[in-house]
């Protein structure tokens, strides 16, 4: 069964440091995603990605973050000078979005960013 | 935010069926209504949706009131594995963001 990979599983960085986070989403996929969940918090919605360009973003999105669909599989977060409160489990999700019927995001495992 | 309401913990016998009520009483009619979890420490996981009628995959059945104001998220027989936080989600008919409540968290004791 197809899935949503991410790398790495864990990232430990200084504060200050440009971290990426790299996504493979499902090979079919057109709509990409990213989200993040600090420790013990809700899932909150970050980035929507569509035919190469932002869809919509959240007042989390700010300058420090970017995304990119660098080649045909990888989907990524840049985050420039990552803050302590950065720290969170960040969850990449796509889906293929046919019909209004047939809407599931499909996530991968998430990769635990730490800030120090 | 979430237009939705759940409890926020219920437990259920491993083996018995698990019912996860959701209100969303302000639902548009071209609104679906979705069901997700979270494992802990996993990625969200896609469960079950549904527009008017009652759904049913080999995960879950989903029960719609014909006002459409509140579901249920029936899991037939709940094993441990079942344990994890569920969210009612409801989406606009686009391909849009998920916005995640605080969920019900299910405990399944053996």
């Known amino acids: 069964e197809p899935e949503v990979t991410q790398t790495p599983s864990h990232q430990v960085t200084q504060m200050g440091q440009e971290v990426i986070l790299r996504c493979v989403p499902i090979?079919?996929?057109?709509?990409f995603y990213w989200y993040r969940q600090i420790l013990g918090q809700k899932v909150e919605f970050l980035v929507s990605?569509?035919?190469?360009?932002?869809?919509?973003k959240s007042e989390i999105f700010d300058d420090q973050f970017s995304v990119e669909r660098p080649d045909g599989s990888n989907f990524t977060l840049k985050i420039r000078s990552t803050k302590l409160e950065d720290s969170a489990m960040y969850f990449c999700?796509?889906?293929?979005?046919?019909?209004?019927?047939?809407?599931?995001?499909?996530f991968g495992p998430g990769t635990r960013l730490t800030v120090l | 935010d979430a237009k939705t309401t759940q409890p926020t913990s219920m437990d259920c016998a491993e083996g018995r069926a698990a019912n996860l009520p959701c209100n969303h009483s302000t639902i548009s009619g071209n609104e679906y209504v979705y069901w997700y979890r979270q494992i802990h420490s996993q990625g969200p996981q896609y469960i079950i949706h549904?527009?008017?009628n009652n759904e049913t995959n080999e995960m879950a059945s989903l029960i719609i009131t014909e006002d459409r104001k509140s579901s249920t998220l029936i899991l037939p027989h709940a094993t441990l594995r079942d344990t994890a936080v569920y969210y009612c989600?409801?989406?606009?008919?686009?391909?849009?963001?998920?916005?995640f409540g605080s969920g019900t968290r299910l405990s399944i004791r053996p």
């Open positions: 999700a796509s889906s293929d979005w046919v019909s209004p019927r047939d809407n599931e995001q499909f």
């Open positions: 090979s079919n996929h057109l709509y």
């Open positions: 990605f569509y035919n190469n360009e932002i869809s919509e």
């Open positions: 989600i409801v989406e606009y008919s686009s391909a849009s963001k998920i916005i």
């Open positions: 549904g527009l008017k």
